[in-house]
């Protein structure tokens, strides 16, 4: 359970319903999120309303998308958001051992570019004030400027979320665990929390 009631749809301002409802429906097994951010209507609009406009205009590929969602997710050990993209990189071609093994210097089944958007996760996320030109020129040539963007915001973009989810104690929804477990990543794919 969550350090904050949930907030349910018809609690929310008449303006932002469609973005609860839609979020709710369209984007995923993201619930409980949704009625956190509730409590900021303001929040659930631009926010969850950027993550729709995204999926909707879809510039970047699902699955350079997913493998900085999960990268980021196990190096901030939030389970919640690992548990919730660990099947829809699966669903992408990643296998579950690739998943697991996300972190690894060399990733089973991952090519060049793979590689290149993980360890480009990895930067922001570990390392951001020292990422360095070259990485962009490698990033350019297989990104635009407007996908290197996206990528980035992404990527900085999860780590709130990270943030966000695990500090307020948000659960996951029921059947996520369910849906990690089924594509056949175990325990491995979860992120060890840190102790307080």
Excluded: W
Aim: proline content about 5%.
């Amino acid at each position: 359970m969550a350090r904050v009631r949930d907030v349910e749809m018809d609690e929310v301002p008449e303006e932002v319903r469609p973005v609860y409802e839609r979020f709710a429906r369209d984007y995923g097994p993201f619930l409980n999120q949704v009625k956190i951010f509730a409590h900021r209507p303001p929040a659930l609009k631009h926010i969850m309303g950027l993550l729709l406009d995204f999926a909707d205009e879809a510039i970047l590929p699902k699955r350079y998308l997913e493998i900085v969602l999960v990268v980021v997710s196990k190096l901030n050990a939030c389970e919640y958001c690992v548990i919730h993209h660990a099947p829809r990189l699966v669903e992408q071609g990643v296998s579950a051992e690739s998943v697991e093994r996300i972190l690894d210097e060399s990733v089973p089944g991952f090519d060049a570019v793979d590689h290149l958007v993980r360890d480009y996760a990895v930067k922001v996320t570990n390392d951001f004030n020292r990422v360095r030109d070259a990485t962009f020129d490698a990033l350019r040539e297989h990104f635009t400027e407007e996908q290197i963007v996206e990528l980035t915001l992404r990527i900085a973009l999860c780590g709130f979320f990270n943030r966000f989810t695990d500090v307020l104690q948000i659960g996951v929804e029921e059947g996520a665990m369910t849906d990690m477990l089924s594509i056949g990543a175990g325990n491995k794919s979860q992120p060890t929390a840190a102790a307080e």
